[in-house]
Each structure stands twice: as C-alpha cells, then as structure tokens.
C-alpha cells in the first residue's frame, strides 16, 4: 500500500450516486453458492444499509459496477471481494 496527500481539486468530474453490486456468499459444499443483486442510483452507505437488511446469515462483498475505456463492464471491489477468488 502507498499513501500520499493529494490536491482535491485534481478530480474532473464526480458521480453522486452509483451502480454497486452486491454478492451475497453462503457456504453449500466444497466452495460458496454466490448470489448478486445490482443496486443503482445510490450511495455506498445506501447499498451498504441495504445488504445489512438482506444478509441474514450470509456474507457478503460490494463492489462499484464501472466501465473501462473499451466500454466493457467491470468491478471495482469496496467491501470483502469475491470468497471463492483462491487466488
């Protein structure tokens, strides 16, 4: 990990709410059944709020849907990542 200050006004353009997917692991067998839910147009805190309610027993990751510069979708992961990635 590296730290270093940064000028906030660096920053082109901001997004106030998103799209974040949100993984919901429970454990079946010899790896975890994985079940994903998109939640767009909020803020983290509001996906967040919103896999607490719905874990249950389950574990569970978020992550920020985005799209590179080929337009290829993709994720940034924000909380935990995926539970059966062994690498």
Same mark, same amino acid.
Do not use: C
């Given at each position: 990990?590296?730290?270093?200050? =940064? !000028?906030?006004?660096?920053?082109?353009?901001?997004?106030?709410?998103?799209?974040?997917?949100?993984?919901?692991?429970?454990?079946?067998?010899?790896?975890?059944?994985?079940?994903?839910? !998109?939640?767009?147009?909020?803020?983290?805190?509001?996906?967040?709020?919103?896999?607490?309610?719905?874990?249950?027993?389950?574990?569970?990751?978020?992550?920020?849907? =985005?799209?590179?510069?080929?337009?290829?979708?993709?994720?940034?992961?924000?909380?935990?990542?995926?539970?059966?990635?062994? =690498?």
């Amino acid at each position: 990990m590296h730290v270093a200050a =940064s !000028d906030e006004r660096d920053s082109q353009w901001e997004r106030r709410r998103s799209t974040f997917r949100v993984y919901f692991f429970t454990e079946p067998g010899p790896g975890y059944s994985v079940s994903t839910f !998109d939640v767009a147009d909020a803020t983290f805190t509001e996906a967040k709020t919103w896999a607490d309610d719905a874990a249950g027993d389950r574990r569970y990751s978020i992550a920020l849907v =985005s799209s590179d510069e080929h337009r290829q979708r993709g994720v940034v992961w924000l909380l935990g990542h995926d539970l059966n990635d062994i =690498s």
